[in-house]
């Protein structure tokens, strides 16, 4: 079956009231990274279950995440799914494939005590309301990698590279898009930015 998703099905799956593990989803190949240490990424996401299933390790990022949470539906939606999903998302202040990326999901999901722990880098020095995509971006990711039950750099490349498109950039680490997860992350930004990206694009016509 298709793993696709148009991307003009992401506001018809914000009113769902529920998460399908069902649900299809295109999806992207971001850059690869080498397994990442089971106790390193447990120790600091930590398993007590807050309101958020995201844990940002920098004041940065955790400004990001609540722009996000307090101003952007779309946002708020895929954190729910995750938490649906009982997957938390460690998120650390770095960019990805030596710099060359701004925001990346490793291809790695831990499972203990009954969680999916996964891990995203993004640079923290953006402005707030383009960390907040990036971050968006990603944790769209995050929800199609724990939907597949993936588990290794073996199942992500396998997957994305089947259903993604390769980068129109160069990269040294594969990697793949998705107009899904760009359209997603475009999405997050407009509303963060009060539908000014709409209207600018309205008036261009």
Same mark, same amino acid.
């Given at each position: 079956?298709?793993?696709?998703?148009?991307?003009?099905?992401?506001?018809?799956?914000?009113?769902?009231?529920?998460?399908?593990?069902?649900?299809?989803?295109?999806?992207?190949?971001?850059?690869?990274?080498?397994?990442?240490?089971?106790?390193?990424?447990?120790?600091?996401?930590? @398993?007590?279950?807050?309101?958020?299933?995201?844990?940002?390790?920098?004041?940065?990022?955790?400004?990001?995440?609540? @722009?996000?949470?307090?101003?952007?539906?779309?946002?708020?939606?895929?954190?729910?799914?995750?938490?649906?999903?009982?997957?938390?998302?460690?998120?650390?202040?770095?960019?990805?494939?030596?710099?060359?990326?701004?925001?990346?999901?490793?291809?790695?999901?831990?499972?203990?005590?009954?969680?999916?722990?996964?891990?995203?880098?993004?640079?923290?020095?953006?402005?707030?309301?383009?960390?907040?995509?990036?971050?968006?971006?990603?944790?769209?990711?995050?929800?199609?990698?724990?939907?597949?039950? @993936?588990?290794?750099?073996?199942?992500?490349?396998?997957?994305?590279?089947?259903?993604?498109?390769?980068?129109?950039?160069?990269?040294?680490?594969?990697?793949?898009?998705?107009?899904?997860?760009?359209?997603?992350?475009?999405?997050?930004?407009?509303?963060?930015?009060?539908?000014? @990206?709409?209207?600018?694009?309205?008036?261009?016509?």
């Amino acid at each position: 079956m298709s793993l696709r998703i148009r991307a003009a099905s992401i506001e018809r799956l914000h009113s769902k009231a529920d998460v399908e593990p069902s649900t299809k989803k295109e999806l992207v190949l971001m850059p690869g990274f080498a397994v990442l240490s089971m106790v390193a990424v447990i120790s600091t996401a930590g @398993l007590a279950p807050t309101s958020s299933p995201l844990r940002p390790q920098s004041a940065r990022l955790q400004h990001a995440v609540d @722009l996000g949470l307090r101003s952007a539906p779309s946002f708020r939606w895929v954190v729910n799914a995750l938490s649906a999903y009982r997957a938390i998302i460690v998120i650390v202040a770095q960019p990805c494939d030596f710099g060359r990326r701004e925001a990346c999901l490793v291809h790695h999901v831990v499972t203990a005590e009954g969680y999916r722990f996964l891990r995203v880098h993004a640079r923290d020095d953006v402005p707030y309301v383009r960390l907040a995509g990036l971050i968006a971006h990603e944790l769209w990711h995050a929800l199609e990698a724990v939907q597949a039950d @993936l588990v290794d750099a073996d199942g992500f490349a396998r997957l994305f590279a089947a259903n993604g498109s390769p980068c129109e950039q160069t990269y040294v680490q594969a990697c793949y898009e998705t107009d899904a997860a760009v359209a997603f992350q475009a999405g997050v930004v407009n509303e963060l930015s009060g539908g000014d @990206l709409n209207r600018r694009q309205r008036r261009a016509r």
